[in-house]
């Protein structure tokens, strides 16, 4: 264990400042890409239904597909990182992330649209779990919120920015000019890699467990996927009443399993740490409320409202100007003052902008739902990283892999089920309304989903005011 931590230590002390901002230059540029692409589509979700002449819910899967292929690959990039050599792993996920734009680009049909988002979801979270292990192991403590605050622009800002950029594309150019774009982007970071990468994390022996692999692949899919399925088909169906009850019985088993290996695939043990399970849990409400809103604005404003997609970008704009703000701050307040205070403020911004939105109607102004997202971006650029920093600071250095993987996956299967957790409470809260609201039944049912995310801001106060103590001081397992 001694040589382990050695040799963990060795490559990070090794690295002067100039190299490391360099590194760190490379994970804000490919993390900035790539991240963008996991909201950029919502924005395009209306022109894709219209291309692929398919349905608005199976369209959908375009966003919260991409977030069920992540979770399923964040458990196992666990193991990635601490198995192959920092460069060449890094420089992997770039390379299948391109090949998933080419195949998005160059697409006829849906089915290999999907196939492209997968590749994609499948590269960004490699690209996103090593970055955030390379910055909580290379960085000193009183330095980690900062710069993952500051890493946050990639991981949260691009995300929200996104839709806006993705609005004026494709009111220019067409749907398909956001992947040329990306692609762009993600050469260039690839050459840049090649140039300044260097093997910075440790590497451990251990065998690839097949079983907990599958195991993986089932539990996380088949919760997503069961969940996501039941605003199409309902709860009470097979489509996702059996997707669902498999993923959770495997589930457990995979949970069981990873308690009794001696090296476990992913390290579920961590959850026993109190802080860490605290942010688990956070990050994954967060997370469910910010995609849900992140799918519910476009259609705000082009399916209720009637505008057009660079509309949309443009309502969306001042909020992602304000999380770009945000972000970086965030990480220097948790450097300087813990997570408890910023973690209340910011559920509570949280809380208000949801209820705000639940109170719009066909005749408010537009300006009124841009101003109420740029509350909410607040807060979501005040919670996201700083919640993420927190919990893996609560693990020791050679568990943050597992933390940041776990943490990560999670969050985002729980995204995938806000997009279609509040599209679904919107199409049925308007389909069962309309003879009572009428034309106003889809607004309605917009408010509806934005008072349950209002809840969900709720649950995310009472746990910063009851749960999360003043002084981080959990055991390191």
């Known amino acids: 264990m001694k040589n382990n931590n050695n040799n963990q230590q ?20 490919s993390g900035i890409a790539s991240s963008t692409l996991s909201t950029a589509m ?3 979700l209306p022109n894709v239904v219209e291309y692929f002449h398919v349905s608005t819910a199976v369209g959908q899967w375009v966003t919260s597909g991409y977030s069920l292929a992540m979770g399923v690959v964040m458990p196992l990039t666990a193991f990635l990182i601490t198995r192959f050599p920092t460069k060449r792993l890094y420089l992997s996920g770039i390379g299948l992330f391109i090949a998933g734009l080419l195949f998005s680009i160059f697409s006829g049909n849906f089915s290999l649209m999907m196939t492209g988002r997968i590749m994609q979801a499948c590269g960004n979270g490699i690209l996103m779990s090593a970055a955030q292990v390379i910055i909580l192991t290379v ?9 993952m605050g500051t890493y946050g622009l990639a991981t949260t800002a691009a995300p929200i920015v996104a839709p806006t950029i993705a609005g004026l594309l494709i009111d220019a150019f067409g749907w398909k000019s956001i992947f040329y774009v990306v692609l762009v982007i993600m050469m260039i970071s690839f050459i840049l890699s090649c140039a300044v990468f260097e093997n910075v994390l440790e590497i451990q022996k251990k065998k690839f467990d097949v079983i907990s692999f599958v195991e993986s692949i089932f539990a996380f899919g088949g919760i997503t996927l069961g969940i996501g399925n039941i605003s199409s088909f309902g709860l009470i169906s097979l489509q996702a009443g059996a997707p669902l009850l498999i993923g959770i019985i495997v589930c457990f088993f995979f949970m069981l399993r990873q308690c009794r290996l001696p090296k476990p695939f992913l390290d579920v043990k961590i959850l026993g740490t109190y802080d860490y399970a605290v942010s688990v849990i956070s990050s994954m409400i967060l997370y469910l409320v910010m995609m849900g809103s992140s799918v ?8 209720v409202m009637g505008y057009s997609a660079v509309t949309s970008g443009l309502v969306t704009l001042p909020g992602s100007l304000a999380t770009t703000i945000v972000s970086p701050f965030a990480g220097r307040l948790y450097d300087k003052m813990g997570i408890k205070k910023l973690f209340m403020a910011g559920s509570a911004i949280l809380i208000v902008s949801n209820l705000g939105m639940f109170f719009l109607t066909a005749s408010t102004p537009l300006w009124t739902a841009a101003i109420l997202n740029v509350i909410r971006n607040i807060s979501i650029g005040s919670l996201m990283m700083p919640l993420l920093t927190w919990g893996t600071s609560s693990v020791s250095i050679r568990k943050v892999a597992d933390a940041s993987s776990l943490l990560t996956s999670f969050r985002t299967i729980s995204g995938s089920i806000g997009s279609a957790l509040f599209v679904g409470i919107m199409t049925a809260v308007s389909a069962s ?7 106003n039944a889809l607004i ?27 002084k981080q001081n959990s055991p390191r397992i």
């Open 433 to 439: 309304s309309a003879a009572v609201y009428g034309d």
């Open 139 to 147: 960085y000193p403590v009183e330095k980690k919120g900062t710069m």
């Open 296 to 303: 519910m604005m476009p259609l705000y404003v082009q399916s």
């Open 42 to 44: 919502t924005t395009a």
């Open 10 to 29: 060795s490559p990070s002390a090794s690295l002067s400042n100039q190299k490391r901002t360099l590194i760190f230059i490379c994970l804000v540029v």
């Open 444 to 470: 309605h049912g917009m408010n509806v989903s934005f008072l349950w995310m209002a809840i969900g801001a709720l649950i995310l106060f009472l746990i910063s005011l009851f749960c999360v103590r003043e």
